[in-house]
DNA sequence: GTCACGTATTCCCGTCAAGGAATATGTCGG
DNA sequence: CCGACATATTCCTTGACGGGAATACGTGAC
């Protein structure tokens, strides 16, 4: 599995999430994060674990006590991985507009020109709002 | 389940995250997404209904065919989402920054840019790697 | 050494999701 | 209407994952 899926399974899970908007503000002992968040300690610590392969944090023995942070290089890797999306939509709009400046008219039936506009009744979701998606 | 986990969910399976990377170069109707990535036809209209489902990408109906985009609202909320991580450095930084300025500044400018709880300087940390526990 | 504290690990179990195969739905051409 | 094509859906099985409870490990205090 490609480091990234790796990256994204981990923050796909609910209570790892929300670990990680934790640590967002700042580093904490275990059993802060536990009482924090009302999970019992040893969930914790194994979500802990899957963060920590997958990279996303840190741990730092400090006494009888091991502090997690975040580690910022996963983050930084996320959002150059992003950033290779956000490209794609400026280069595909260049690319329509230079074709239309271009007195190009007659546009291949196979050219994709459909970026904006018609959505069909399917995917309202977005985050921040609930996905109509069967949730227990 | 936060909007942001069920994206982050989508993406984690490798398929899926496949399938995005491959819309990236463009829209592609279903059966090419399968024969481009190797898959059954079955499991991919699967995979797109959980990516759709989740924001990721919308259909577009042409013809006999089903050609799939990626939603770019769906990525803009994954950048916001990154973005309020970024600035937990800066912030640190920024606070390191007024301390040194504050009157404390008589600190060489090659000091350590830890965080709060003062880091080790060594993040050898790349996505697919180690345990964050210190493997003695 | 012994104890208490904080954390990690193990085992068990229920649930869920992904792949395979078969089939249903939908759309176009004749 | 019918057949061919493209895609979606269903059923099934299996493996992975998360939570609960109990326990092992490590460290500091006495």
Same mark, same amino acid.
């Given at each position: ?5 790796? @990256?994204?399974?981990?923050? !796909? ?11 967002? #503000?700042?580093?904490? /002992?275990? !059993? ?5 968040? !009302? ?13 920590? =392969? ?8 400090? /006494?009888?006590?091991?502090?997690? +942070?975040? =580690? ?18 400026? @280069?595909?709009?260049? /690319?329509? !507009?230079?074709?239309? =400046? +271009? ?5 291949? #039936? ?5 970026? *904006? @506009?018609?959505?069909?009744?399917? *995917? *309202? /979701? ?8 069967? =949730? #227990?």
């Amino acid at each position: 599995m490609s480091a990234a899926a790796a @990256t994204f399974a981990a923050l !796909g899970e609910p209570s790892r999430l929300r670990i990680v908007e934790l640590l967002r #503000t700042g580093p904490r /002992a275990v !059993g802060d994060i536990a009482d924090a968040l !009302g999970l019992r300690q040893p969930q914790v610590s194994k979500h802990l674990r899957v963060l920590g =392969e997958a990279g996303l944090v840190r741990v730092r023995p400090q /006494a009888r006590r091991r502090v997690y +942070s975040l =580690e910022q290089d996963a983050f930084d890797d996320l959002a150059s991985w992003l950033d290779s999306f956000q490209r794609v939509w400026e @280069t595909r709009l260049d /690319a329509l !507009g230079a074709l239309l =400046e +271009s007195g190009a008219a007659d546009l291949p #039936t196979d050219l994709p020109t459909d970026l *904006p @506009t018609d959505l069909p009744p399917s *995917p *309202p /979701a977005q985050p921040g709002a609930t996905s109509p998606t069967q =949730e #227990t």
